[in-house]
């Protein structure tokens, strides 16, 4: 074992301290500095030989090696003071007082070292325990740390239960992110099969001419096309989706009114909401700030909203867009009138393929629940936030973009 820089400090001021103490009493130059040379070798001698014993015993536990540590320093200042006293000529009287007083304190140093050692046996099993919870997939429960244990034990102790947190919470988002996994395949399974089984149908009957006047047949080829249409855009849907959990979306940015942008996301909406007997409204206000966004994604954002909202809003119900400056964001909301969201599903609105109890076939809900999962996707990848919240009968989702300068968006080729 090399010795440390401590233990050089350590040995210069024993030496100086052993000088000043010689000086103090009045020993010779010559005595002190045989006294000084005669102590400390002798205690060399034991401090060697308790490194080799703790070296040999590095494999055992830490209650054994505090008792050679406390051992050793015990028999090096006795191997040390009896040298001393042999240099000194002392009597039998004092010799063997020495004597007893050194195995005294060595008998106290061993007790210490005793109690040291159980703390730091006590201490490392608590980390074990602690770890082997871990490895099972438990979580240790939170404390201060045993306040028996070092400082250096405790503050492990600490971070181990810091970690144990964060790979609870890990998991967590693992569970949760396979569940929807596992939600969207069945969800985009039955999106899927409906259509097609249809699509099918209808191709066998013109196959087979059971369907044969010129009615039926351009109503069967325009259902087709709708349907085909409604596929291609679950599978675009899909891929978007892809593109923003790999984080490989990439921002073309460009410089965008905000109005520009409130307009043509109303009036892509306006015939779904005129269709429906939806009234769709909406409002600016004060001045319209430019943004720099990729402006087909932030579009997409806000048409996903606007559908979402007419989708769930019942004939002459009101579907509102409000769009202003907060602070450094421009804020957009897009208030409906659907009733609300139960309290216990608001958490999950933009978790992927959720669509909620009431929207369990295509026909009812026009989608596989990714609209709201790519909102939040293409926000986010423009350093935004968007939330949700009930307010008057309704819903209302907002979305902040930060202003140029106040907080970067990703920028072109940025993962979301």
């Not at 063997?96 to 201490?123: E, F, K």
């Not at 196959?207 to 047949?217: A, L, M, R, S, Y």
């Amino acid at each position: 074992m090399r010795p440390t820089p401590v233990a050089a400090i350590v040995a210069a001021a024993g030496l100086v301290l052993a000088a000043a103490v010689a000086a103090l009493v009045g020993t010779p130059a010559s005595d002190a500095v045989e006294l000084v040379a005669t102590a400390m070798g002798g205690a060399a001698i034991a401090g060697v030989a308790g490194t080799g014993l703790l070296h040999t015993l590095r494999r055992r536990s830490t209650r054994a090696q505090a008792v050679v540590v406390a051992l050793t320093s015990v028999v090096a200042v006795g191997v040390g003071a009896t040298a001393a006293a042999d240099a000194m000529f002392l009597s039998t009287h004092d010799y063997g007082a020495l004597l007893v007083i050194l195995v005294s304190a060595g008998t106290v140093g061993l007790i210490a070292a005793l109690v040291l050692g159980d703390r730091l046996v006590a201490a490392s099993r608590s980390l074990g325990d602690v770890m082997q919870r871990i490895g099972d997939g438990g979580t240790p429960a939170t404390s201060d740390g045993d306040p028996a244990a070092p400082e250096e034990l405790a503050a492990l102790g600490r971070r181990l239960e810091d970690m144990s947190s964060r790979l609870e919470a890990a998991r967590a988002r693992e569970r949760a992110l396979d569940a929807s996994r596992r939600e969207l395949v069945a969800w985009v399974s039955h999106d899927l099969r409906t259509p097609l089984a249809g699509i099918r149908a209808m191709v066998e009957a013109l196959e087979d001419g059971v369907v044969t006047d010129d009615v039926t047949v351009d109503r069967y080829h325009r259902t087709m096309r709708l349907e085909v249409d409604r596929l291609a855009g679950l599978v675009d849907d899909l891929f978007e989706l892809s593109r923003i959990q790999a984080g490989t979306l990439e921002l073309h940015l460009e410089m965008a009114s905000l109005s520009d942008l409130v307009s043509d996301a109303l009036a892509g909406a306006s015939p779904v909401a005129s269709a429906k007997g939806v009234l769709l409204a909406g409002s600016l206000q004060g001045v319209a700030p430019d943004l720099e966004v990729a402006t087909p994604d932030v579009l997409r954002v806000l048409r996903n909203l606007l559908d979402n909202a007419i989708r769930h809003t019942p004939p002459e119900g009101e579907v509102r867009l409000d769009a202003g400056v907060v602070g450094d964001h421009a804020v957009v909301s897009v208030h409906d009138s659907c009733g609300g969201i139960p309290p216990a599903e608001l958490d999950r609105v933009f978790d992927l393929a959720f669509r909620g109890d009431t929207a369990r076939t295509p026909e009812h809900d026009g989608g596989a629940g990714l609209g709201l999962a790519i909102a939040r996707g293409i926000v986010e990848a423009h350093r935004g936030d968007i939330e949700v919240g009930n307010e008057d009968g309704g819903c209302r989702f907002t979305v902040r973009l930060p202003l140029p300068g106040a907080g970067a968006p990703a920028g072109a080729g940025a993962g979301a």
